[in-house]
């Protein structure tokens, strides 16, 4: 008889489970409260089992991408009740931070690094937003609802 695993993955055992576009839009929000640019979200629904949003911006200085990366944490934890369950990169000192909240990764970059690793072509399937400052709608987030 074979084994039957009891086990779950980690993105099945979050205590507070919230939509990942739901996330995606908080993050965005503060991003652009920290003045990001470029912010822009990936939908990668069917195309990665693992996470179903990128959100992508960067910061012109280590002040603000500390100060984006802050924001987008606070703001997920204070009306989402999320705490990212991964992070790289130290913020002041690395010039990449992602989070991980298992649904969506949120990805903070330098203009140099952004160019270079250019995860928009890398994922070039994913259909992806650019997100204007100011946008109180995002299209890709609102299909399917």
């Known amino acids: 008889m074979p084994a039957v695993s009891t086990s779950t993955s980690a993105r099945e055992e979050r205590s507070s489970p919230v939509a990942g576009r739901h996330l995606a839009r ?47 944490v606070e703001k997920l934890k204070d009306e989402a009740g999320e705490r990212p369950s991964h992070r790289e990169g130290i913020p002041g000192f690395s010039r990449w931070i992602v989070l991980d909240y298992f649904d969506l990764v949120v990805h903070v970059f330098n203009p140099e690094l952004r160019s270079y690793y250019d995860l928009e072509r890398l994922w070039g399937d994913a259909p992806t937003e650019r997100v204007a400052d100011g946008t109180m709608e995002i299209a890709l987030l609102l299909e399917d609802e």
């Open 26 to 72: 908080l993050a965005v929000d503060a991003a652009h409260e920290k003045k990001a640019i470029d912010v822009t979200v990936m939908d990668l629904r069917g195309i990665w089992d693992e996470v179903d949003y990128f959100v992508i911006c960067t910061g012109e200085t280590d002040v603000q991408i500390r100060a984006i990366v802050e924001s987008v």
